[in-house]
């Protein structure tokens, strides 16, 4: 998890009064004078969260900054962020779903994405159907205005996300995504409702 982290992180760091970003190397591990050494093993639990904190400094701006762009390039295009992540993840699973279903895979409330489906259906992207397990809660899935919207946007924001740069590897990638998971996990039992 270490190269995870350093890979995730490396020479970055995000300062908490200015939210400026601040270029250090060989800083010492939180609450400790040792440098960072030994990537290759697990982190004792002291030093693990304080790199993990940088994880969350990065990551707070990343997520506010990218929400931001998406919610004024899809104000342009006419459907909001909630909207797009109902589409985007039934494109995901690649069937339908309850909205209780997708309100805890995406971790928001069970009314917050009723709302979204509810303005997807008005637009024609999403339909309900009958659910054989459950007479009450229908399966919500993808029509086929909204496949092709949402695969407009994905290959849209594709073309973006090549813009990256910076040599990563798949393994970056791979050890960015482990990291995040874990954070993930951390937090799997906090309730959205």
């Not at 030093?47 to 900054?65: C, D, Q, T």
């Not at 229908?138 to 924001?157: K, Q």
Request: hydrophobic fraction near 40%.
């Amino acid at each position: 998890m270490t190269i995870q982290l350093s890979l995730f992180c490396e020479g970055v760091r995000w300062g908490v009064e200015d939210n400026e970003p601040v270029t250090e190397t060989n800083e010492p591990v939180a609450g400790t004078s040792e440098p960072v050494t030994g990537v290759d093993e697990p982190l004792p639990p002291e030093a693990l969260a304080g790199r993990l904190s940088e994880v969350f400094a990065v990551l707070g701006p990343l997520y506010r900054r990218t929400t931001r762009a998406l919610e004024l390039k899809e104000r342009k295009e006419g459907f909001p962020v909630g909207v797009r992540a109902v589409l985007e993840l039934l494109r995901m699973a690649g069937r339908p779903m309850t909205v209780p279903q997708m309100g805890r895979t995406l971790a928001l409330s069970r009314q917050f994405v009723q709302r979204m489906v509810n303005e997807a259906a008005g637009r024609d992207l999403v339909e309900a159907i009958p659910n054989p397990a459950h007479q009450r809660s229908s399966l919500i899935r993808l029509t086929d205005t909204g496949r092709t919207a949402i695969d407009v946007l994905v290959a849209r924001e594709s073309a973006l996300l090549k813009q990256a740069g910076g040599e990563l590897t798949a393994a970056d990638v791979d050890s960015c995504v482990r990291v995040l998971t874990q954070l993930l996990a951390l937090f799997e039992d906090v309730d959205v409702n």
